[in-house]
């Protein structure tokens, strides 16, 4: 059974820090990966999706690693701002689902 | 741009009761998933849905739920006999294919007493 573990829990940083998140798994099986926003009380927003063939995926101030064979993805945003204060969540996707990892919920200081 | 959409946003039922969610996936869609989300834990899959199919479900998708697509636009999963442990926040998702971006709703928020 895929086990998705995401450390750290909880990060505070300054405005203008840059934010890493990791994502790691234990089966290296997998088709993709994809990092998801969450907000409090509200549904998930996709931020990136990456192949398994892929190392990594940009999109703005965002940036995703995928190291299949060490089981492990980093999400990288750049300069943070208040804004980016929300759980980011890393799911691992197989045949048919996603796997989910707890979440590191992040707080941008003003 | 298209987006997943649920309803309703929140339910309350008694224990016993049936419920039933709906879901509006994106319309090019061919690929239909339920997730939850107990408070304060992981976002958990419970079943995966192609071809008027289940393609694969969870040990927690047991006998009590079941899903269905009655139409060319509605998803639904129902629950037959909710329990207090049903009580979680249940997403909805897309997608164009398998192993594609998955694309989820805001989520109906289930509340069993």
């Not at chain 1, 840059?18 to 927003?45: E, H, M």
Request: with cysteine; aromatic share 10%; charged share 20%.
């Amino acid at each position: 059974k895929q086990e998705v573990t995401q450390i750290p829990a909880a990060l505070s940083v300054p405005e203008g820090e840059n934010l890493v998140l990791n994502c790691s798994f234990t089966d290296s099986a997998i088709y993709n990966l994809q990092w998801f926003r969450q907000d409090p009380g509200k549904g998930l927003t996709s931020l990136l999706l990456i192949q398994s063939s892929q190392r990594e995926q940009t999109s703005g101030r965002l940036n995703a690693s995928l190291d299949k064979s060490s089981g492990r993805s980093t999400l990288y945003i750049a300069a943070s701002q208040p804004g980016d204060s929300a759980t980011y969540l890393c799911a691992v996707g197989d045949d048919y689902k996603l796997s989910f990892g707890a979440g590191t919920t992040v707080t941008v200081r003003a | 741009e298209p987006e997943v959409t649920q309803t309703p946003s929140h339910q309350v039922t008694q224990m016993g009761q049936e419920v039933i969610l709906r879901c509006v996936p994106i319309s090019n869609h061919l690929y239909f998933y339920w997730y939850r989300q107990i408070l304060g834990q992981k976002v958990e899959f419970l079943v995966s849905f192609y071809n008027n199919e289940i393609s694969e479900k969870s040990e927690i998708f047991d006998d009590q739920f079941s899903v269905e697509r009655p139409d060319g636009s509605n998803f639904t999963l129902k629950i037959r006999s909710t329990k207090l442990e049903d009580s979680a926040m249940y997403f909805c998702a897309s997608s164009k294919e398998r192993q594609y971006e998955q694309y989820f709703g805001p989520g109906t928020r289930l509340t069993v007493t």
